[in-house]
């Protein structure tokens, strides 16, 4: 008994949508997993740490390294011996030091400005926690 032609077109239509929609998916979930891996990439870039305020929580090479100045220059002003190793927050040698964490960054601030003549520092944008009124 022949088959109707019908069903026979029918039947060879089927397979064809079953492919596009495999390839269908496999174009979309590619192109979801490039713009996932696209968007983790671009989240990993470092930051331009240079000229950043200074905060308590940065140690003195990464001052060093984010002003341009020589590590020996701020080791001498805080009155500390040079050790390169020594990645301290600002706030523990403060604390350190019995003196508060705005004097040693003030020190800090003169010491780039005799490294580097020409540069300005910043104002602060926000009050630091603290100088935070009670």
Do not use: C
Request: charged residues 20%.
């Amino acid at each position: 008994m022949p088959r109707h032609p019908i069903l026979a077109f029918n039947r060879g239509v089927e397979r064809p949508r079953i492919s596009l929609l495999i390839v269908i998916l496999g174009f979309t979930l590619s192109l979801a997993l490039m713009v996932i891996f696209t968007i983790r990439g671009l989240h990993a870039v470092p930051r331009a740490r240079i000229g950043e305020p200074i905060r308590p929580w940065m140690s003195v090479p990464y001052i060093a390294y984010s002003y341009r100045v020589p590590e020996e220059n701020l080791f001498q002003a805080l009155g500390l011996p040079e050790n390169r190793h020594d990645r301290r927050p600002i706030a523990v040698i403060a604390r350190q030091q019995n003196r508060k964490v705005q004097v040693d960054i003030d020190i800090l601030y003169q010491a780039i400005v005799r490294a580097n003549p020409t540069f300005i520092p910043p104002t602060p944008q926000f009050p630091l926690p603290s100088e935070a009124a009670p």
